[in-house]
């Protein structure tokens, strides 16, 4: 296949292009042309500032006098309708399929287990990010471009150590905790089930939905069966770098969700419209489009590559000093409230 993606270094979308690229499609990336990461052997690269119409458009503009097309073109960066909707006018002349990558986040919740099918409503009162991932959603189903939608959940790879907060851009923080003997926050109790999904497994399902015209017109998960529980979560990181089960007994602490939003204001969005809620997916549609598929990576061993990727630089091992700070706060707090009550 022709396989146009609009991004193509992220987590996600740089796995995605490493396995086309190594099942023989043509492939042609679309991004500024800052990040540090090669692009697979081959790859065509246009640069171009993917947000802006205009610029995309007229990057693009050699190919559309040349009659070229693309049986998909991967849309990562648009994260709102007005950009889904340029993106249209734009792909239309060039692609068989659109599909773009959104969030199942945008669900909403439920006060009992209920496993979140493709069907299950998108209303997040909380999240700007996912409620405007669902209205990207609803231009293109008002759209004549042939497309899909692809919702992955939590996703992980080599860059990225999943954390519940205070991890996000700096992600080598929860691990350096760890390893310091600093207190390692629980939300909640920690029993809340959760479903990360390795990034290489992420990009096995979507490859499997180009160019398949079964895949026109649906929504679809991309996510893990593997459902943990936040202690779980947090006890194979710490295992994975090389904590004992006593010494992570005796560092976590269990912060309710409302106290870890009230130290950090910014976080509310995606705690409240999103990890303080249980996940699991159904995953009998990508099963179905995609036959042979399954999520091939434990989370056992994915955190173990993770942290693995980030010792072989030093540099990679960032901290955020005021994620720091807030943990360190909030989970004193609670220590010492545990003791008083003891007492």
Request: a negative charge; charged letters at 20%.
């Amino acid at each position: 296949m022709r396989i146009l993606i609009v991004g193509g270094t992220g987590l996600i979308s740089s796995e995605l292009a490493t396995q086309a690229a190594a099942a023989g499609h043509e492939l042609t990336l679309v991004t500024r042309g800052r990040s540090p990461l090669a692009a697979p052997p081959g790859t065509r690269a246009v640069h171009a500032d993917a947000t802006d119409a205009s610029s995309l458009r007229d990057a693009l503009h050699g190919m559309r006098l040349r009659g070229e097309r693309f049986d998909s073109v991967v849309q990562f960066i648009a994260f709102t309708p007005e950009h889904v909707a340029a993106d249209v006018e734009t792909f239309a002349p060039l692609t068989d399929q659109y599909v773009l990558v959104a969030t199942s986040a945008a669900y909403k919740t439920y006060d009992r287990l209920h496993v979140l099918t493709e069907d299950t409503p998108q209303e997040n009162p909380h999240w700007e990010y996912a409620r405007l991932k669902a209205e990207c959603e609803a231009v293109l189903r008002g759209s004549a471009i042939p497309w899909t939608v692809v919702r992955p959940a939590h996703t992980y790879g080599a860059s990225k150590i999943p954390g519940y907060t205070g991890n996000s851009s700096h992600p080598w923080t929860l691990v350096d905790r760890m390893r310091r003997g600093a207190d390692i926050v629980i939300p909640g109790d920690g029993t809340s089930l959760w479903t990360l999904t390795h990034a290489r497994d992420v990009a096995a399902g979507m490859l499997g939905l180009l160019g398949n015209d079964a895949a026109f017109g649906r929504a679809v998960h991309v996510t893990s069966d593997e459902a943990l529980t936040w202690r779980g979560i947090h006890a194979a990181i710490a295992r994975a770098a090389g904590l004992s089960d006593e010494a992570f007994a005796a560092q976590a602490v269990c912060v309710p969700s409302d106290a870890l939003v009230a130290a950090s204001p910014s976080s509310a969005g995606g705690i409240y419209g999103d990890k303080m809620h249980a996940a699991v997916y159904d995953t009998s549609t990508l099963r179905s489009l995609v036959p042979g598929w399954e999520a091939r990576v434990p989370f056992e061993q994915g955190i173990a590559e993770a942290i693995a990727w980030f010792e072989a630089d030093p540099a990679r091992q960032t901290l955020d000093e005021a994620a720091n700070a807030m943990l360190d706060r909030v989970a004193r707090i609670y220590r010492d409230a545990l003791a008083e009550v003891a007492r």
